[in-house]
């Protein structure tokens, strides 16, 4: 309307808007929205006039920016960006809905996606600020970063670098680098692999950090194919750093326009073998594989030699380890096959071959989506109540890992997944097992002697049973199943047991060295925080706080047994 023009010109809603008397400013203020359409510059002027003044203005800003689409006016839009330094939006609630920091970057990313990349760019910035300021170093971690959570939208973040990749480029590739650096994890290795961006996934973000690695890759191919020139001034950054994740975009952007950059990608990977094993979590050569791929047909024939050359004497520290020994040669079977063999040396074509005996036809493993299945026990469950005892003692001392393996691409379980399946047998045939029990050896792993008495408690046995198995494992080197003896004797509390199973329970609850630590809090150098930063839990999930448990539960089933735990609780 032209009231609002004649206003606005004549000083009269700035003087309005100064008013003391917060009636008038609300109500003048609930007018804006209706009015940035048209007079979007003039609304953030008013607005700007009060930026930082106080909490209800800010708060008021930010009520009339939920009602604006913040891509009408660049001053308008500068202002949002302002209220994302100031934290109006720092895990703001209800931010999913309209007017959310994220509900804003979605419009903005159809409309201006290069103003989205920008406004994301300061997102990322404030939460980086906000955690070195707490010192911490990971600004997607939520207890101290200040990104909301609620109403992310990784279609916001597509939209943005797919729309403008050059924008996002320059608001998010220095922010990857800086947080990278502050995140490694081995500053000993010859690429140094960070805590945010080392586990990565080919197919698909799940979450926001995810995303923006994914834009950043997108777009340094974007300017590696269509501005060669600005890409090569980018790679002398990359090139600079030891960080495993700058390495990674380095080889995702040469091969994005492999003949254009043929001779210095190859010279690039005979410089540095660790450059040789770029890739995804499950498939931790393929990026190195297809800069290869694209780069081989195309280089001069001095540097093919050079590259061929490296590749023949590449074998990972791992395949060179005992657990790595079936794999030797595999990283060098994924790289030949990438290579370009119709310019190859003799040399190159027979070991290829040499490779394609062990691991068949000549493949590049390509990443695979994430997916989601259970371990499967070494020993099918079919098989295992046909089991005799002295296979079930052979195959203990067999599967005496903890861990799963990879064998053929699948996963095969260890201790654990057999454990689960010993269990179930102990039920079948407490007995039995509470017999061969005792024919354990004392190494046997802990998943063993637990599984045989959480199997024994399940199973229905008599408590004399039961109470001699736990006071078999007791004695053992190590007392290997603390948690599992305090437990199966709390689970029947209102049994008759003897001093001599309450004294268990007294030892675990007093002289167990589990914790070892206040786990469940930082200490000085700022160790990590378990179990949420709550005491409680930590304690319920230790040896000691588990034995201080079945003691309340067995005062509770009888307090006739205060007389002999009264020391331990005073203890």
């Not at 030892?507 to 990590?528: H, I, L, V």
């Amino acid at each position: 309307p032209a009231w609002f023009s004649i206003a606005y010109r004549e000083g009269d809603l700035a003087r309005w808007l100064a008013d003391p008397n917060d009636t008038v400013v609300n109500e003048l203020s609930s007018a804006l929205p209706a009015r940035s359409r048209d007079h979007a510059e003039a609304v953030a002027s008013l607005l700007d006039a009060h930026f930082g003044e106080s909490d209800s203005w800010t708060q008021r800003i930010q009520w009339v920016l939920s009602f604006c689409q913040v891509d009408h006016d660049r001053k308008l839009f500068e202002l949002f960006l302002k209220m994302i330094d100031l934290g109006a939006f720092d895990k703001q609630r209800g931010s999913a809905g309209m007017g959310g920091l994220w509900s804003h970057l979605y419009d903005l990313s159809i409309r201006r996606p290069d103003w989205a990349s920008e406004a994301l760019g300061r997102v990322l910035q404030r939460s980086w600020q906000a955690v070195r300021t707490a010192g911490e170093s990971n600004p997607f971690d939520s207890s101290h970063a200040t990104i909301p959570s609620a109403g992310y939208n990784d279609e916001a973040t597509t939209r943005a670098y797919q729309g403008a990749p050059i924008e996002f480029l320059a608001h998010t590739l220095g922010f990857v680098l800086e947080v990278g650096a502050a995140n490694v994890e081995d500053a000993t290795e010859q690429l140094r692999r960070d805590q945010i961006w080392c586990w990565r996934d080919h197919y698909s973000g799940h979450n926001l950090q995810s995303w923006i690695l994914k834009g950043v890759e997108y777009s340094l191919r974007h300017l590696a194919t269509n501005e060669p020139h600005a890409f090569r001034e980018i790679t002398a950054r990359l090139r600079a750093t030891n960080l495993e994740t700058a390495h990674f975009l380095l080889v995702r952007g040469y091969a994005a326009s492999g003949q254009e950059f043929a001779d210095e990608a190859a010279d690039y990977l005979v410089e540095d073998p660790a450059r040789l094993a770029l890739g995804y979590m499950n498939a931790p050569h393929y990026a190195s594989a297809d800069l290869i791929r694209t780069v081989s047909p195309y280089c001069s024939k001095g540097k093919l030699r050079a590259l061929e050359e490296r590749l023949l004497g590449y074998y990972p520290h791992f395949e060179k380890t005992p657990d790595g020994r079936h794999y030797y040669g595999h990283g060098q079977f994924e790289l030949l096959s990438a290579f370009d063999l119709r310019r190859g040396s003799p040399a190159a074509q027979r070991r290829l071959q040499e490779l394609e005996h062990k691991f068949g036809p000549a493949r590049v493993s390509k990443p695979s989506p994430i997916t989601f299945a259970r371990v499967p026990s070494p020993i099918p469950d079919a098989a295992l109540h046909k089991m005799t005892d002295e296979q079930w003692l052979s195959a203990l001392a067999r599967y005496h890992m903890g861990k799963a393996t990879l064998k053929n691409g699948d996963l095969t379980g260890g201790a654990i997944e057999l454990s689960r399946g010993l269990e179930h047998e102990v039920q079948s045939s407490p007995e039995r097992f509470a017999g061969l029990l005792r024919r354990f050896p004392p190494d046997t792993h802990l998943y063993y002697f637990c599984a045989v008495i959480r199997g024994l408690c399940k199973s229905g046995a008599d408590m004399t049973s039961i109470l001699e198995a736990c006071q078999y494992v007791h004695q053992l080197p190590g007392r290997p199943a603390g948690r599992e003896i305090c437990d199966c004797i709390a689970n029947n509390a209102k049994a008759d047991w003897p001093e001599s199973a309450l004294s268990m329970v007294s030892w675990y609850a007093t002289q167990d060295p589990d914790p070892e630590g206040e786990s469940w809090r930082p200490g000085e150098s700022g160790e990590s925080v378990y179990y949420g930063g709550d005491i409680l839990t930590a304690g319920l999930n230790s040896v000691r706080g588990g034995a201080a448990r079945a003691i309340a539960i067995l005062l509770g089933a009888g307090l006739d047994r205060l007389g002999f735990l009264r020391a331990t609780i005073e203890r």
